[in-house]
């Protein structure tokens, strides 16, 4: 790329004065939430064995803050929670979520973590309907919480959930009695993944002009975005370019529902269209990927951005021939920098130059009627193939994919009841 556009021949408007916010920032800190949004991903259980290695993995990419389970779940939980925190990490901050409760900070001071990420809602219809307490008992909890968090020396920071619904005073004022009971960061959650990238931007705005005004408000902020309408990944590229430095990720886009933003596509983006410094060793990230993957034992969608077996193949005989002219035609990186390599797919857009291409590769001399008879032969070959053979598998496929989920059917669950009531 750099030739090119040193060439004159490539314009990168990523690249052009004006088409940056002035609030991005230089550096972000990557906060990864694989083995606590991630792990709840529906029919996901990890072991502990499992989940040292994903969070030592994390580690070793330069990882910021890995939040590695949520120790009030269970006594299992609270065992692989302090498992790694006893184990230790090189570099990252070891996280664990408590609700605002002190019980659930005690649980996180039991496990030996360093910092504690604590949530609990600002928007009022949640406050009245799932917690069923006035504005007033909210902010008291939330301080008696952070406080007593303090007190035993921990990294505290304050995540609204729902603050992307919730009325801007209030937020802010919810941010203000955090920041001062001692939280070190906020968060600004859109936790059912509810806004536009512009309107991310807007409410990132609005709490840095209430908030950051003041020497004594200014921590930083970190986001945590959701893909119910597939914007995860936008709305927090958008939180990034108004000054947001941490943004909260799962690895393949896992999470609740329709999941997260993706650990690889925010750090991509950022270190290349962005050009900004995410702390994160480029090169690892596809292992990191395959490593969480097979953790978690839900494939990933061949096509998914970054990581998805697709992603570096090209197919059509047009893409492939121009692939051998210059690797920047149909590729916006090479997938070195990602830790992965080109691959081609053979078949119905196949092309001839692209086939005399790797008979030279691999030494064969054909005519060109020989190459024209082997492409020919390419096409018809994948043409011919019984479509219906392909779909048997895949009805079989989809089917062995339910068995990989583990937990409990909701058939499952009335057998346990009748077994019991
Ligand atoms: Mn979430």
Redesign the pocket.
């Known amino acids: 790329m750099e030739t090119l556009e040193k060439a004159g021949l490539a314009v990168n408007y990523n690249k052009i004065p004006g088409t940056k916010s002035k609030s991005l920032p230089k550096q972000v800190h990557i906060w990864d939430?694989t083995l606590r949004?991630g792990e709840?991903t529906p029919g996901v259980a990890l072991t502990i064995d499992e989940k040292i290695e994903i969070a030592k993995k994390l580690d070793e990419v330069g990882t910021a803050i890995v939040a590695v389970g949520f120790p009030a779940v269970s006594e299992e939980e609270k065992k692989a929670v302090a498992a790694i925190a006893k184990e230790g990490l090189s570099k990252a901050s070891v996280a664990a979520p408590a609700r605002a409760v002190i019980s659930d900070v005690k649980s996180c001071i039991d496990a030996g973590v360093a910092e504690v990420p604590i949530f609990i809602a600002t928007s009022d219809f949640r406050l009245k309907y799932q917690l069923r307490m006035t504005r007033q008992e909210m902010l008291e909890r939330l301080t008696e919480c952070i406080e007593y968090g303090k007190e035993h020396g921990l990294i505290i920071d304050y995540i609204a959930e729902d603050a992307t619904r919730s009325e801007m005073e209030f937020l802010c004022q919810a941010y203000r009695t955090a920041i001062e009971a001692g939280a070190d960061k906020i968060c600004i959650?859109d936790?059912v993944g509810f806004v536009r990238p512009e309107v991310m931007k807007h409410i990132t705005r609005e709490v840095k002009a209430r908030l950051w005004t003041k020497a004594k408000y200014k921590v930083p902020i970190a986001v945590?975005c959701?893909d119910d309408f597939g914007l995860a990944t936008a709305n927090t590229l958008a939180a990034v370019e108004e000054g947001v430095t941490y943004p909260q990720v799962c690895v393949n886009a896992y999470?609740?529902r329709a999941g997260?933003a993706a650990f690889e596509e925010i750090v991509m983006a950022l270190e290349e269209l962005y050009g900004i410094d995410t702390g994160i060793e480029t090169e690892k990230i596809y292992s990191l990927s395959k490593l969480v993957e097979r953790h978690f034992v839900v494939p990933l969608p061949l096509h998914k951005a970054i990581s998805g077996d697709n992603a570096f193949t090209h197919s059509s005989g047009i893409h492939s021939h121009g692939q051998l002219t210059h690797s920047m035609t149909y590729e916006p990186i090479s997938p070195s920098i990602v830790g992965r390599r080109r691959e081609f797919h053979l078949g119905k857009f196949v092309g001839r130059h692209f086939v005399e291409y790797l008979l030279k590769m691999g030494g064969v001399k054909a005519t060109s009627a020989q190459a024209r008879e082997i492409t020919e032969r390419v096409k018809k070959t994948h043409e011919e193939l019984k479509k219906t053979q392909s779909k048997v598998a895949f009805d079989k496929i989809k089917g062995d994919l339910k068995d990989l989920r583990t937990g409990v059917s909701e058939r499952e669950f009335w057998a346990i009841v009748f077994d019991i009531v």
């Open positions: 939430e949004d709840q959650a936790t945590h959701h999470g609740e997260n």
